[in-house]
């Protein structure tokens, strides 16, 4: 247990619904990842909090996802009117900036879309 | 852009002996570079960070190498056992320290 967990761990959902994962990183930890990964690949960026601020996307954040980060500490990923192509395993990292590059990693949500 | 290559075949060793896997950059010099190691259904665990000015890192069984000059990283598990069976990650640090992975090595130790 690295200390970052996320909720749920795994989501089934159809074609065109929207969900939303949950991310509670280390408490001290301001720097705030996600990831995306599907079978066979390493994970992909797709944006970065320093606190409450939203710092960068990736062009794989399409205008479908949204993410937040109230207040600096719990983040979500929500994506609105899911397509097939959005299964994959969302991961979510948080970093102590400043100190450390080691980013630790939560378990992950499995998202499939039927 | 920048591109971390791993050999995306599996590969299988037996019980016992080293493991070698391999990172190679391009397009870019990475300061440092990282690998993780990811267990099916679970997130990346970090193992070892190398920075370029370090030809070799050592933890208990694992040893990492840095050549800039070959722009690539070499990962190896000494006396492999088959709990090291797992999918091993190498990384490089973009901006805001994200990280740029490899699509990872799977291997498969055997007794």
Known sequence: DTGVSQNPRHKITKRGQNVTFRCDPISEHNRLYWYRQTLGQGPEFLTYFQNEAQLEKSRLLSDRFSAERPKGSFSTLEIQRTEQGDSAMYLCASLRGGIKETQYFGPGTRLLVL | ?111
Request: proline share 5%; net charge positive.
């Open chain 2, 1 to 111: 852009s920048q591109k971390i290559e791993q050999n995306s075949e599996a590969l299988n060793i037996q019980e016992g002996k080293t493991a070698t896997l391999t990172c190679n950059y391009t397009n870019y010099s990475p300061a440092y570079l990282q690998w993780y190691r990811q267990d099916p259904g679970r997130g990346p665990v970090f193992l070892l960070l190398i920075r370029e000015n370090e030809k070799e890192k050592r933890k208990e069984r694992l040893k990492v190498t840095f050549d800039t000059t070959l722009k690539q990283s070499l990962f190896h598990i000494t006396a492999s056992q088959p709990a090291d069976s797992a999918t091993y990650l190498c990384a490089s640090q973009g901006g805001y320290n994200k990280l740029i992975f490899g699509a990872g090595t799977r291997l498969a130790v055997h007794p």
